[in-house]
């Protein structure tokens, strides 16, 4: 039942908020019952769908910009312990020539 007691039929109620001036010109209090229609319905589901649409929009457009900077990061990073790999053989390389024992000569 709605508000006045009587069975809501096909059309569904809900409570509408009125601007001032829409209130000075309709008197009662702020809030009234007013029929949905499937229009109205019908725009708050494409509001809603067109929401969900952009934060999947931003979200994905997030991801990719995540992605490209994660992925050059990574591959600077990788260039860095490359370079790193290759001193570090050549220290090791002088070390073991610098620890070696002289060759007998005979």
């Known amino acids: ?19 001032a001036s829409q209130r000075r010109r309709m008197p009662g209090s702020s809030a009234t019952l007013v029929p ?3 229009v109205q319905r019908d725009w ?3 509001e809603f769908a ?4 952009l934060g999947i929009k931003s979200l994905a457009q997030f991801l990719n910009e995540f992605e490209n900077t994660t992925r050059t990061k990574l591959a600077s ?5 490359a370079r790193l790999e290759r001193r570090m053989t050549l ?13 007998a000569t005979s």
């Open 1 to 19: 039942p709605d508000r006045r007691g009587a069975q809501a039929g096909p059309q569904s109620w809900r409570v509408c908020h009125y601007s």
């Open 36 to 38: 949905e229609t499937g």
């Open 44 to 46: 708050e589901e494409r």
């Open 50 to 53: 067109q929401s969900i649409q």
């Open 77 to 81: 990073l990788n260039s860095k312990i």
């Open 91 to 103: 220290v090791e390389a002088t070390f073991d020539s610098v620890n070696q024992p002289p060759a």
